[in-house]
């Protein structure tokens, strides 16, 4: 079991309570100071101590900071929560038209707003001839395919899996003509919707952030795109990254703060 211990608000400088801090989840100030150096949730200490995460919530609770501390196993990945593809505006809830389940607006809790980011690099080798094949040189570049989406976890009263809409995914047909012309224009006019029915907080913090990504395994790599007129190209290992993952955490994060008022 993993605990997370989050600042969710700053009430004021760390400065003055580095040292308690410090003593209580057993990290060095520098460390602290790293941790605390990233935009709000701030994810402060991870541990399986039950006791220490439970003292270091205190400690900034204590000291006027919004807090929040959290199994990080029950996290839900963005993988697993249910992808909404198609949906209906309906009296009662948000309908999904593909596999028929509702969400009511009355289980509504919050919606967070992110940004998924994700991409896939290679380093290329190219190796170019010329003036009869005398010289010989060796290029290194690295090519890369890019992906963002905006995104909205709509994370419920009851703890069941939050849903998750998507501007890569989501198609905003069931808005009418609210819909806009981009489904940027779209993703924005369904939290109006979703307000108009169910008067619920909004956070779209994660969207205006740019939260790191961390690499992952790549099982493919990335074909070598042209480039100058050359004899021979060797495609490196692929490193795929993506900040899903620690988005995920954020927005669970953010939607345990709002809850327990801790925003």
Request: aromatic share 4%; glycine share 10%; charged share 20%.
């Amino acid at each position: 079991m993993a605990f997370g211990v989050a600042v969710t608000r700053r009430g004021g400088s760390f400065e003055p309570l580095l040292p308690e801090l410090g003593a209580c989840s057993g990290l060095a100030a520098f460390d602290l100071r790293t941790r605390l150096a990233v935009p709000d949730p701030a994810l402060v200490l991870v541990t399986d101590d039950r006791a220490r995460a439970t003292a270091v919530l205190a400690c900034l609770r204590g000291a006027g900071h919004g807090a929040v501390a959290c199994d990080l196993d029950h996290v839900v990945s963005s993988a697993d929560m249910h992808p909404l593809r198609d949906f209906a505006l309906a009296e009662h809830g948000l309908v999904d038209v593909e596999g028929g389940e509702v969400l009511p607006w009355s289980e509504l809790l919050v919606i967070v707003e992110a940004l998924h980011s994700e991409a896939e690099e290679v380093s290329v080798t190219t190796r170019s001839r010329s003036l009869g094949d005398e010289i010989e040189a060796i290029h290194g570049s690295v090519d890369g395919r890019f992906a963002n989406a905006r995104v909205l976890y709509l994370f419920r009263t009851t703890g069941v899996d939050p849903w998750l809409v998507s501007d890569s995914f989501t198609r905003f047909g069931g808005l009418g003509a609210r819909a806009g012309r981009t489904r940027r224009e779209g993703l924005a006019a369904l939290v109006a919707a979703i307000q108009a029915a169910a008067p619920i907080p909004h956070d779209d913090r994660l969207a205006k952030q740019k939260r790191p990504r961390r690499a992952l395994d790549a099982g493919r790599a990335i074909a070598a795109s042209e480039g100058v007129v050359t004899t021979t190209q060797h495609a490196g290992r692929a490193q795929a990254s993506s900040n899903r993952g620690g988005t995920d955490v954020a927005a669970h994060v953010l939607a345990l703060a709002i809850r327990s008022g801790q925003a």
